[in-house]
Nanobody, 125 residues
């Protein structure tokens, strides 16, 4: 079992920055990929970014590439999502998720089997 807890979401002005945190506990040795997804009101959940738990290799959705940065601490018990140049279109509930199965692709939310509770990010114009 893997437990994930997000934090750091809040109201921020357009052009501002935030850092979201995802604390991981439990059987973290079983994690292949830690992903970030978001869901805005009236929209489906969409991929934001992911990081390989072993290698640290990252990838990003085109909509956030160059603005968001995923990183993890050396202890591999926390992952951060640095968000710069925020826009109102970034407003959503942000979730971290763990993929512990070797199958599936990291860009699709159904590939992940553990999820945090989500943290609200609101960007005002």
């Amino acid at each position: 079992q893997v437990q994930l807890v997000e934090s750091g979401g809040r109201l921020v002005r357009s052009g501002g920055s935030l850092r979201l945190s995802c604390a991981a506990s439990g059987d973290t040795f079983s994690i292949y990929t830690l992903g970030w997804f978001r869901q805005a009101p009236g929209k489906e959940r969409e991929f934001v970014a992911h990081i390989n738990w072993r290698s640290g290799v990252t990838d990003y959705a085109d909509s956030v590439k160059g603005r968001f940065t995923v990183s993890m601490v050396d202890a591999k018990n926390a992952v951060y999502l640095r968000m710069d140049s925020l826009e109102p279109e970034d407003t959503a509930v942000y979730y971290c998720a763990a993929k512990t199965q070797s199958g599936g692709v990291a860009y699709i939310f159904t590939s992940y089997n553990y999820w945090g509770q989500g943290t609200q990010v609101t960007v005002s114009s």
